[in-house]
């Protein structure tokens, strides 16, 4: 328990403060809060510090501050639609009620209400969400359909006045990008440097997390490793398809940000929030996150192959080696290093689905881009170890997975199965299974098993994919993966040859290259789409390999 400079004791997140509220015959009072969230920090001196609110929820509720980024379960579970969230619940874990920002008249009203709510009617009072009902996922089959449906939402929530999707505000959707520059290219490159003009940083480096207005304006400044890392993986792909070297200064930027204000020694802090007032600087959260960390080890290792660039390539071997060896045990990945858990509570999460498919995702695209033997780690083993964890824990017989394990305090217990988490493991799986499928499987299962649990989690949701707007059209691009086979180009040269080098610039990200590869022979590269494949022995033969497979095939750069 402490009590800090808001007068209110705080308890950590754990099952401790819910058995202290049932013994005490008390609601919960869960405040969901962020680093780089100022509205949370603004509610603290307001409403918290306020002596007489303090003393009101101190004596009348146990009070609960959960840090939603090294709680992203609680916070999926309790959000109210942005931070703060202020949650009041039963003892259970169940919802009684919750806002957003409460300032002080406010808070007063509703702990009045809820004082009287939870008298009259205890635990009856509280409400399991409708998405944690345990419902089943909407199944269906998977085929063009699905792609078909989101290619034309880009159309149809494009916003051609000002740029990018939808008519509120602005969010970058770097995976909505990806999917459009395979589909509809002019919309992802005007996108792109929409964002690049209206949240790139172009003082400090790194990119603001979106536009509050509908025409890019009234940026909020707050700069989160994840956002950071898909948005250089968005741009390195941009730049890949079209060649476009300014698609690359805010790369080079957000690269140097991410070295310079967040690395913590051993791997990427978590977010910088905007500046503070009087000249302070921002605050900081370098924390090492595993799922941040991997995804931004996964966005250098594409600049670094599509560029060559040295910095890009050496940060992204540091952060692989230090999820090898301070995240990841026999297959399960921590949220948090063990030994970063700082004051987040002596219980950090682990087996988280995002956290699980990232780490794959990258390991897996270490293989290609470095090789076997560009760390002193098994890539392959390290991705399928972990990959086979999920499968086996996290995995439900229809085939969608759970955002963790089926157990926890509250909510935790309660089945989600979020539908971006099931599109990137779907997708890691797919690039797992086209790697295993070129270096074998003497470790254990094969390539199908991979796949096949890709296409369950991918068939858990697709009875519902005519609702699915732009926002989750990375759902599209992995469907799109499974109704027509992947392209493979399997090199028999060492990495950082030539012919490994132009089947990384080939134009389509989604390619699986694989250097090093036991079959074919040294001096020559395989490039396959199903059962048709082609041999070429020089970077020109591989591109007009890959054109007759494809609709195209030129590289960048």
């Known amino acids: 328990m402490t009590a800090d400079r808001t007068h209110v004791e705080w308890r950590e997140w754990g099952p401790a403060p819910f058995e202290e509220a049932r013994a005490a015959d008390r609601a919960v009072l869960l405040s969901l809060t962020a680093t780089w969230c100022d509205s949370c920090h603004e509610m603290d001196a307001e409403t918290y510090a306020e002596p007489r609110i303090a003393a009101n929820v101190n004596d009348g509720f146990v009070p609960v501050r959960v840090d939603v980024d090294r709680r992203p379960r609680v916070r999926e579970r309790y959000n109210m639609g942005g931070f703060p969230s202020t949650v009041f619940c039963t003892p259970g874990g169940d919802v009684i009620t919750g806002a957003g920002y409460l300032g002080p008249d406010g808070m007063r009203q509703v702990l009045g209400s809820v004082r009287e709510v939870w008298a009259d009617r205890g635990d009856d009072a509280g409400r399991v969400p409708r998405a944690l009902a345990g419902d089943p996922t909407p199944g269906g089959a998977v085929d063009e359909r699905i792609e078909s449906h989101l290619a034309g939402q880009l159309d149809e929530q494009w916003d051609e006045r000002f740029g990018g999707w939808g008519d509120d505000a602005k969010f970058p959707l770097p995976r909505t990008v990806e999917f ?53 993986r968005a741009f390195a792909n941009g730049y890949l398809y079209t060649g476009e070297e300014a698609l690359l200064d805010p790369v080079t930027g957000t690269r140097e940000f991410l070295i310079d204000r967040l690395w913590n020694g051993t791997a990427f802090g978590g977010s910088v929030a905007p500046p503070g007032g009087d000249g302070r600087a921002p605050r900081r959260d370098l924390t090492g996150y595993a799922g941040g960390n991997a995804s931004a080890a996964e966005a250098l290792l594409a600049v670094a192959a599509y560029t060559d660039d040295a910095a890009s390539r050496e940060y992204a071997e540091r952060v692989l080696g230090a999820l090898a060896e301070s995240f990841v045990r026999d297959g399960v990945v921590s949220h948090i290093a063990p030994d970063d858990v700082g004051d987040g509570g002596a219980d950090p999460p682990e087996g988280l689905l995002s956290d699980h498919a990232r780490v794959v995702a990258a390991f897996a695209a270490a293989r290609r881009v470095l090789g076997p033997d560009a760390l002193a780690v098994d890539l392959v083993g390290v991705a399928r170890a972990v990959a086979d964890e999920a499968i086996a824990t996290l995995r439900e017989p229809a085939g969608a997975f759970r955002d963790g394990p089926a157990a926890g305090v509250g909510l935790l217990s309660e089945p989600l199965r979020p539908l971006d988490g099931n599109v990137e493991m779907a997708e890691a799986l797919l690039d797992l299974a086209a790697l295993v499928d070129v270096v074998g499987d003497a470790d254990g299962g094969g390539s199908d098993d991979y796949a096949d649990a890709a296409r369950d989690a991918v068939a858990a949701f697709a009875g519902a994919y005519e609702r699915f707007g732009v926002q989750v059209a990375g759902y599209g691009s992995v469907a799109s993966r499974l109704s027509r086979p992947d392209l493979v180009i399997a090199v028999g040269d060492d990495p950082g040859s030539d012919l490994h080098r132009a089947g990384l610039r080939v134009a389509d990200h989604e390619a699986v290259v694989v250097p090093a590869a036991p079959d074919p022979p040294e001096g020559v590269a395989t490039v396959r789409r199903g059962t048709d494949r082609r041999d070429a022995t020089t970077p020109e033969d591989l591109l007009d390999a890959v054109a007759a497979l494809t609709d195209g095939g030129r590289a960048a750069g």
């Open 180 to 232: 459009a520059l395979k589909r509809d290219r002019q919309k992802a490159v005007q996108t792109l440097r929409a964002v690049a003009e209206a949240l790139y940083d172009a003082d400090d480096g790194g990119f603001f997390r979106y536009a509050g207005g509908r025409d890019w304006s009234d940026p909020r400044r707050e700069k989160l490793l994840t956002d950071n890392a898909a948005l250089i």
